[in-house]
């Protein structure tokens, strides 16, 4: 069982969309775990104070380092730590599946400016973006993370074909997918679909990968290549 904690100003957020569908069924059967750390708790005056100005002047405000160390010095005992944000390498499916192995995550969300740096160095932990945009938190960032992980999860989607076939499984974005009824608004199934060939259906699927691939994410088979 995959288990992870939420460090997060925000733990009510929690678990959000991943508490429906897929994520929501195997979080009920055990197949991983929540745990969300409410970062205040952590604070050292009665306000719960948790940040504070920018030394040398700036926007914003700064996760202070020694609320954030004490909230992970309680909770990380092991695994894979973890800090969304902007700055970080960007989440790959090849990286969804290294995550999908850990045993226990601990993941860090921010909805200040930043966090002290020191606390970055003390603890080093993964550094992961979402995307070159900037969210209101790391809580939406860490949910979408979350959902590539768990549904990669032994026995969370039950066809492991589901998998293998997806877009960025094989560099490749997916084929075009159908089904009944063959005709629709006067367009039908292809043909080779509806023939029973399994290798012909193969060999038409990789085609049109490759043509949608080149079309809109070009930039994949210069990986490839």
């Known amino acids: 069982m ?3 904690n939420i460090l997060t100003l925000y733990p ?3 678990p959000g969309f991943l508490g429906f569908s897929l994520t929501g069924k195997a979080l009920a059967q055990n197949k991983w775990a929540l745990n969300a750390v409410n970062i205040r708790d952590f604070a050292t005056d009665k306000y719960g104070s948790v940040d504070d100005t920018p030394c040398g002047g700036g926007a914003g405000m700064i996760m202070r380092a020694d609320i954030l160390g004490a909230a992970i010095d309680a909770h990380y005992k092991g695994g894979k730590l973890i800090y969304m944000t902007p700055k970080g390498a960007p989440l790959t499916q090849k990286k969804l599946h290294e995550l999908a192995k850990e045993d226990e995550l601990t993941i860090i969300c921010n909805r200040f400016e930043g966090v ?3 606390v970055l160095e ?3 932990p993964e550094e992961i973006s979402i995307g070159d945009y900037v969210l209101t938190g790391g809580e939406q960032a860490a949910m979408i993370m979350l959902d590539g992980i768990v549904r990669l999860l032994d026995g969370v989607l039950g066809n492991e074909e589901s998998v293998a076939d997806e877009s960025f499984e094989n560099g490749l974005l997916e084929y075009p997918q159908y089904t009944r009824p063959i005709e629709w608004r006067g367009q ?4 080779i679909l509806l023939s029973g060939h399994h290798e012909n259906i193969r060999k038409w699927r990789l085609e049109q990968s490759l043509k949608i691939t080149e079309k809109k994410r ?3 088979l210069k990986k490839t290549s």
Do not use: C, G, I, S
């Not at 039908?188 to 043909?191: I, L, Q, S």
């Open 2 to 4: 995959l288990k992870v």
């Open 12 to 14: 009510e957020m929690f």
């Open 116 to 118: 002290d740096e020191r």
């Open 122 to 124: 003390a603890y080093r």
């Open 188 to 191: 039908k199934v292809p043909e």
């Open 218 to 220: 070009p930039d994949l």
